[in-house]
């Protein structure tokens, strides 16, 4: 039976038999849909399935892959030493020293009295013929014949002060001669006022006179009253 609206609404009255197979006809497309989106996923879903299966089964079939090797160990740096020599080119020569022993021997007898007088210097008593050497730079200001020291050179030292050498056997250097520390200037011997086989060393300062060698090679840096031999 239609249903009756009031006059103002009759133009929107749908038969209830229409309305029907509307609701129907739309539920039966949903119901359609529905089923085909169901499939779909199924299907998607099964084809995941078989991706997932041939992915695992390829990873299970591969050959595994040989292990890195480890990294070689690094050589230790080495310690550098100093100086140390470039290739081709030769290394400097060590410095030469600026103060030296006279002789290779114990010292005898030491500045000041001695026998009832005073001793200027400082004895080494060194074997016959040793070589006596410049104790500093400079140069010969006298070498020969000399009163009580038989055979002497004098040497004018690299700090102004006289340097005397007595007692020796035979001089090899001459007047005017510039020398180095360490240049052999003549050979121990006993000549003059001597007991034995010696060298007479003395240290004359200029305004002052004969002063005790000892300190004045302390203050170079040598312990000349220490000998190791």
Known sequence: MPVTLPL???????PSIGRRRVTTQVVATTTALCAGFGLFAAGADSDNEKINTVAATAVA???AEPAAAPAPAQPAAQ???FPFQIPGIPLPPPPRPTTVRPVDAVVSSGFGPRWGANHFG???AGNQGVPIKSVTDGTVIEAGPATGFGLWVRVQQDDGTVG???H????????????????VI??????????????????????????????????RGMDVMNFPG
């Open 164 to 166: 005397v050498y007595g």
């Open 168 to 183: 020796m056997q035979d001089i090899l250097v001459q007047v005017g001669q510039p020398v180095r520390a360490g240049d």
């Open 122 to 124: 400082i004895d080494f």
């Open 186 to 219: 003549a050979t121990v011997g006993s000549r003059g006022q001597s007991t034995g086989p010696h060298l007479h060393y003395e240290v004359h300062q200029p305004g002052v006179g004969k002063i005790d060698p000892q300190p004045w090679f302390a203050a």
């Open 8 to 14: 103002p609404l009759r133009k929107l009255t749908v």
């Open 61 to 63: 079939q591969a050959p």
């Open 79 to 81: 310690p550098v030493s």
